[in-house]
């Protein structure tokens, strides 16, 4: 009887706090914010832990290469539950794809929530090779078949890449790669332009691509809000790359790369009401009679009233051109080459936006990137 005691006198102390939490959480958004962020980091390194375990144990029994299927399912039903997000797939069927190389669009830490619901079994991911030695993770990606990149120079990693095709063969298992090399979270549904490093890899080791795309989360996850929901995820036929040559691969990142971009719109809702940022609304076209000398505007005082419509076309025509702009400026920054100089404030917020927590090279395609978002 002392021993039941115990225990109910442990979970009513234990129900204490997480009752305060939880009607706190209801209460206030900015406190339900930090405390689903505690969640989620927490979750991270439970999972971490048993990651580690497990890449002991499953590669005794010699099944190391399902490592990651088993620590991403088992984050995925721990997270899903602790936040109220859940993942609907379409297409999971394309996943058994082996060999294979998947790539999946990056917005935020969050994507480890939708790689915990999707991650398919014989399948690793591409890391830089100075995480190899990093203490418990770098041991743990070691016994789970991670394949370690060498970013020392081009050549190298080239020779890398060339590598981790082979193995991906000979292992007959699939390779996760986010193309983009880094965050890009944002209101609207885009993609930044894909580096060509996971293109290079399925065309050298002459294996299928097979895209993943989640729709956009900003609804539910940004800077200061983090709500409950459910969300799409889209897997995409695979494209094959027999025949290719290193020559196709930046031609095959453009295809693939507007291919997920039509269905990341097609599967996202729309933005809610306020949620673009006051940098990209059109600016307001100053009054022409502000400004004596502007366009269709005498210098001298100005005219009676029934000669004044001769400036009105100049406001109409500004509009329409910043309209424009603004039309197409996510085709612009979808090609927009990584070394280009930009000065439009709409294509800067695309460039600031993706790299705000770490510009990365061309070999940076499979790193999981950890950090609040930005904005």
């Known amino acids: 009887m002392s021993v039941l005691a115990s225990i109910v006198k442990a979970l009513a102390y234990l129900s204490i706090p997480v009752f305060a939490l939880h009607t706190l959480s209801n209460a206030n958004p900015v406190a339900r914010y930090y405390i689903r962020i505690g969640l989620y980091l927490s979750t991270l390194g439970v999972c971490s832990v048993w990651g580690v375990i497990c890449s002991i144990g499953m590669g005794l029994a010699g099944r190391r290469f399902d490592v990651f299927y088993v620590v991403a399912r088992s984050f995925y039903h721990l997270a899903s539950r602790a936040l109220d997000i859940r993942l609907t797939v379409e297409g999971e069927e394309y996943l058994e794809t082996r060999p294979s190389v998947l790539v999946g669009n990056h917005q935020s830490m969050l994507d480890i929530l939708y790689l915990g619901r999707i991650f398919p079994r014989r399948a690793s991911i591409m890391a830089k090779k100075e995480l190899q030695w990093s203490p418990l993770l770098g041991q743990f990606m070691t016994l789970a078949g991670a394949v370690f990149v060498d970013r020392g120079n081009n050549a190298r990693a080239i020779r890398s890449l060339t590598a981790a ?38 065309i050298q080791a002459q294996v299928p691509i097979v895209p993943v795309v989640c729709e956009n989360y900003w609804r539910l996850y940004r800077k200061g809000v983090f709500e409950s929901g459910t969300l799409k995820v889209k897997v995409l036929p695979p494209i094959p790359t027999t025949g290719m040559t290193s020559a196709d691969a930046a031609a095959l990142a453009v295809r693939v790369h507007d291919l997920m971009v039509e269905t990341l719109r097609e599967i996202s809702a729309p933005p809610p009401p306020g949620a673009v940022p006051k940098s990209r609304e059109p600016p307001v076209t100053p ?20 000669s004044q419509p001769e400036s009105g076309p100049v406001p109409t025509a500004e509009s329409e051109k910043v309209a424009e702009q603004v039309r197409t400026e996510s085709r612009a920054s979808t090609n927009a080459s990584d070394n280009s100089s930009i000065s439009s404030p709409t294509l800067s917020y695309s460039r600031v936006e993706g790299s705000e927590n770490g510009t990365e090279t061309e070999e940076d395609d499979g790193m999981v990137l950890v950090g609040r978002p930005s904005h």
Do not use: N, Y
């Open 165 to 202: 095709g082979e193995i991906m063969k000979e292992r007959r298992s699939s390779l996760w790669l986010f193309p983009e090399g880094t965050r890009s979270m944002r209101p609207h549904a885009d993609m930044l332009p894909f580096k060509k490093g996971a293109f290079h890899t399925a």
């Open 287 to 306: 009054s022409p009679l502000a400004s004596p000398g502007a366009a269709g505007v005498p210098s001298t005082p100005p005219e009676p009233p029934s």
